[in-house]
């Protein structure tokens, strides 16, 4: 019985048995068969990440469909350190706020407006979601009644679970900036739960 082959590239390994490296080597290839096989499997998971930022369920389709397409085309571009999925939410969480910045959509916050703010009381202060007796959804609820940019950090950081790191990245803002948002974003969170109890 042949063993499972396994990529090894560092201490953050990913493992892909034989018939998914043989998968991904086809949609390398642009294998239309095995690119279905991938975008079956990830389509709807990129369709709920998309929409979490969009808001807008068409939007969501076609930017789930633009970075299936062109994940295909930069196959050879994903390293396979990270898993596929991963790499795929990356695209996806790109164009969504890509999307977001041509639509206009999104607030764009200068430094200057909230550098003051909240920097100290952002990493001890957590949101105790049991304590506040609030459902998954319900928090959802209450998040989209934020401002445009405190929506997207918070989606970014506590639904999708990126580091500052990344987010800063995605977002092109400094890593003030981005602690600063944050922690304004968790700030109003907490005063509109506290609202809704």
Known sequence: MKKAASLRRNTNQVTLTETEISVYDLCEQGDQRAQMKVYDSYSRGMYHVALR?????GEAEDVMQESMIAAFHKMSQWNREATFGSW????????SLSR????KKMETVSYDDVAYHLE???DDQQ???ENAGMTAKKVLLVMNKLKDNYKQILTLHLIEG?????ICEIMKIS????RTTISRAKESLRTKIKAHE
């Not at 930022?53 to 369920?57: G, V």
């Not at 990126?162 to 990344?166: G, L, P, S, T, V």
């Not at 890593?175 to 981005?178: D, K």
């Open 100 to 103: 977001l910045r041509k639509t």
């Open 53 to 57: 930022i969009l808001k807008d369920s």
């Open 162 to 166: 990126m580091d500052n790191e990344e």
């Open 120 to 122: 100290s009381q952002a």
């Open 175 to 178: 890593n003030a900036m981005c």
């Open 88 to 95: 795929l939410k990356r695209i996806v969480i790109n164009n």
């Open 127 to 129: 949101i105790d979601m």
